[in-house]
């Protein structure tokens, strides 16, 4: 009941925002230069320590320039996000942060913001891009390179293994975008060196202790395995326990390389269990910010903005782990 | 695959008796063999201690559960909240632990207190459970689906939704501990499951709870405290619940409020129903439940080392379900 509710009220707003802003139709809205912006960010879960240091990143940052933010929380749940947005519509703020939690349900949010003639830049993941178009329906999209995080994962283990390996691939959640062009970048990595194989490759959810109990079944069926490539830190860290569980040794038995940055995977680089991570970097609120005001000023904003993200081994775990979530 | 070859000879049940009893009774662990006769043909190095080793481990805390579960599913009830409650304990026992709900004066009390106080905690909301069901006649799907929704929510409460990360030898020893080089997970399971086993079979409050499951308006007339009964039930499955909780977080050395447990109240449904216990109530095996629980852990890992997606193991976990229902039925009719 409380989900009707919250779809009519959604219903209700996206026609109160079509009479607003009708007026500007096929352009992006413009920005006034301001000194302080009332912005909001709607935020699609906040249940994993990535999306927990995203949005401390964006309240950090609002609070450090004397921004007004408004910040909400779709639950997970798209329904609610469309309905978030367009209470932030409701609300006049001057332009809206969206982490997309779903590729088209999303696009009616979008639509409504650009009717209502408030900029929208999308933060991490992406809506359709055959309905709704950078630098026409919203400002740009930043966020990682998921393809090229694989990529960099992939030629680290080619590296450091001398193009030798047997490797574990632990995929993350069937069907999302990062588990998918994870897979991809690495298998383009791993191509060129034809005594790199992926002898298994299964999903364990993003989740620490299902990676544990998948990576613990699969070193089992291929005992020949020699290194293990995570699609985040967390199944890294399980994979690692599963490998102590086999009473081998993680880092000289199995070389395990992973994507994230967290403090654990940095923890674990410096006492040698875990070989590499690549960072997807949570931290999004001053290049977003950033971007904002660079609007505002009139500069062309490219389409897409990918966040630099850094590699973190042995060289550097140990100076780096301060910064890490 | 291999639950096809368990369904062919059951098909002529109806007309021979003999097999169709057999099946019917020992369906489980015809199973079982079957599985484990599959796997040594099939999958690479499956004979191995380490293969027992890590399925019994992976299979500890769903069992530890699912023991609960077979008491409550004796009284004709059902209880959804058991993956919520051990994520409100794997929330509990790091904050205890890590000093962070009260100061702790010394580390072996935090241990100590880790290890009790979330069970605790647990047994109280499965406390909590039976006394909707029982003071306000809630139906017992409606009245654990309370927790199932809120404790995961509170979970995420007391630890802001924030991984929460420790390390600490002594507590983990429920986790990654062996005595006689077997997993102390596994050894708890062994006893739960013999503990169960016998009060069920034996003790006074094993006959009133198949009594209150058989017939709970005969049971009451035959003066058993049916409500006092039921809420001791709800409380053993949110004690196991808890424990399991411990054992889950201990072998991750980390709590994520957000995922400790989840599902598992399907799990331990589905272990209890491939066990042969009756969902109506009133007949209950304890050590169907171990070989049903075995059978879903073995199938999840003989999918999985023959590169066989999670998603088909879902698939053939229902398979299973829909078979042992059957196979109930059967026995029903006979």
């Not at chain 1, 996206?14 to 500007?24: D, E, F, N």
């Not at chain 1, 909001?40 to 309240?59: C, D, L, V």
Request: glycine share 10%; proline share 4%.
């Amino acid at each position: 009941m409380f989900r009707r509710s919250v779809v009519k009220l959604a219903a209700a707003a996206a026609v109160i925002a079509l009479g607003v802003g009708s007026a500007t139709a096929q352009e992006l809205p413009k920005l006034e230069p301001k000194d302080s912006y009332k912005v909001g960010f709607a935020q699609t879960e906040s249940n994993n320590p990535w999306r927990i240091a995203q949005t401390k990143s964006m309240q950090d940052e609002a609070q450090k320039r004397g921004w007004q933010l408004v910040y909400t929380d779709a639950a997970g749940s798209a329904a609610k996000q469309v309905a978030d947005v367009n209470s932030m519509i409701a609300q006049g703020v001057d332009a809206i942060f969206l982490a997309p939690r779903e590729e088209k349900p999303l696009i009616p949010a979008v639509m409504a913001a650009k009717r209502a003639g408030i900029p929208v830049i999308l933060l991490d993941r992406s809506v359709d891009p055959s309905l709704a178009e950078a630098g026409r329906d919203y400002v740009t999209f930043i966020g990682s390179d998921f393809i090229e995080e694989g990529r960099r994962a992939g030629e680290w283990l080619a590296q450091t293994t001398g193009g030798k390996a047997k490797i574990i691939e632990l995929q993350g959640t069937t069907g999302s975008s990062p588990a998918n062009d994870r897979a991809k970048g690495f298998a383009d990595a791993i191509q060129a060196h034809p005594e790199m194989e992926v002898v298994a490759s299964q999903s364990g959810d993003f989740a620490r202790d299902k990676g544990r109990q998948v990576a613990e079944t699969l070193l089992q069926a291929h005992p020949d395995a020699t290194a293990i490539y995570a699609h985040n830190d967390e199944m890294a860290v399980g994979a690692i326990a599963a490998v102590e569980a086999a009473g081998k040794v993680p880092g000289k038995d199995i070389t395990i390389v992973s994507i994230d940055g967290t403090r654990d995977a940095l923890q674990a680089i410096i006492d040698g269990k875990l070989g590499a991570t690549v960072e997807c970097s949570p931290f999004f609120g001053p290049v977003a910010y950033d971007t904002l005001v660079k609007y505002a000023n009139g500069e062309t904003i490219p389409p897409k903005i990918i966040n630099e993200d850094r590699f973190f081994d042995a060289s550097n775990a140990q100076e780096l782990i301060a910064e890490a979530y | 695959m291999a639950d096809a070859s368990i369904a062919r000879p059951a098909a002529p049940a109806r007309t021979s008796d003999g097999l169709g009893q057999l099946l019917a009774r020992h369906g489980a662990l015809v199973g079982l063999v079957l599985l484990v006769l599959f796997n040594l043909a099939f999958t690479p190095n499956f004979v191995s201690w380490q293969t027992l080793n890590v399925n019994l481990t992976q299979v500890a805390a769903i069992v530890i559960v699912a023991v609960g579960m077979t008491l409550v599913i004796a009284t004709g009830g059902i209880d959804l909240s058991v993956g919520s409650l051990m994520a409100i304990s794997g929330a509990l026992a790091p904050l205890i632990l890590l000093g962070q709900i009260l100061p702790m004066p010394h580390p072996l009390l935090a241990v100590a207190l880790a290890f009790v106080l979330p069970v605790l905690v647990a047994g109280a909301f499965g406390w909590f459970n039976g006394f909707l069901i029982t003071r306000y006649r809630i139906q017992p799907i409606v009245a654990t689906l309370v927790l199932f929704i809120a404790g995961r929510g509170i979970a995420q409460v007391v630890t802001n939704g924030n991984l929460q990360v420790f390390r600490n030898p002594e507590f983990q020893v429920i986790g990654l501990g062996r005595l006689f080089g077997i997993p102390v997970q596994v050894i708890l399971m062994l006893i739960l499951v013999a503990g169960a086993a016998w009060m069920l079979r034996r003790t006074l409050f094993g006959r009133q709870i198949l009594a209150v499951g058989g017939n709970e308006q005969a049971a009451r007339l035959a003066g058993i405290p049916v409500a006092s009964v039921k809420r001791r039930v709800y409380l053993i499955s949110g004690l196991c619940a808890g424990l399991a909780g411990l054992v889950v977080i201990a072998i991750n050395s980390a709590s994520d409020a957000n995922l400790i447990g989840l599902g598992m109240e399907l799990d331990a449904i589905a272990a209890v129903a491939v066990g042969g216990t009756l969902l109506a109530g009133g007949r209950a095996s304890i050590t169907g439940t171990l070989l049903g629980a075995l059978i879903i852990q073995l199938v999840r890992y003989t999918l999985l080392a023959n590169g066989v997606p999670d998603s088909a193991a879902l698939v053939a976990k229902a398979g299973l379900i829909v078979l042992a229902v059957w196979l109930q039925q059967g026995r029903k009719s006979t």
